[in-house]
Nanobody, 121 residues
């Protein structure tokens, strides 16, 4: 069992930056791949970034490539999403999730409660 708590969301102007954090409970955090997802109002949930258990492999949606960076610190049971050059279309609730593989979107088992990111133009 893994419990996830996101933090770091907020209101930022276009072009600004935010860093989201996701703190995990449980001693098995390092065995899970982690992903960041987002869901904008009226839209389907989208996977924006994922990272394997060691941090050696990362994956990004085309819409955020070059602007967002996912990383993890297994000693701190935390995964991060650094978001730079934010755009109004990045506005969404951001969720972190844990699963067996970074690329198997349907296999993510554990989810946080989400944190709101709002980018003003």
């Amino acid at each position: 069992q893994v419990q996830l708590v996101e933090s770091g969301g907020g209101l930022v102007q276009a072009g600004g930056s935010l860093r989201l954090s996701c703190a995990a409970s449980g001693r098995t955090f390092s065995s899970y791949a982690m992903g960041w997802f987002r869901q904008a109002s009226g839209k389907e949930r989208e996977k924006v970034a994922a990272i394997n258990w060691s941090g050696g492999n990362t994956y990004y949606a085309d819409s955020v490539k070059g602007r967002f960076t996912i990383s993890r610190d297994n000693a701190k049971n935390t995964v991060y999403l650094q978001m730079n050059s934010l755009k109004p279309e990045d506005t969404a609730i951001y969720y972190c999730a844990a699963g067996p593989s970074p690329v198997l979107t349907a296999a993510y088992q554990y989810w946080g409660q989400g944190t709101q990111v709002t980018v003003s133009s």
